[in-house]
């Protein structure tokens, strides 16, 4: 067993993100999961989020 800790950060030009916090973590929890082999057991994922709004400077 091992943990292994990613820290992503993703910015995006637009509008802010219209996804609440909960739907959010909620899709990268799906999609990470999905990356994962079966056959070498089930990962438990936790996504920690913080949003802030940036300048388009």
Known sequence: MEEQIITV???TN????ELSDSEIK????K???ELFDP???TPEISVALQRRQ????
């Open 31 to 33: 999609h990470i999961q």
């Open 26 to 29: 909620a899709w990268y929890e």
């Open 14 to 17: 637009g509008e802010p993100c």
């Open 39 to 41: 056959n070498y057991g």
């Open 9 to 11: 950060t993703i910015k």
């Open 54 to 57: 940036i300048s388009g400077d």
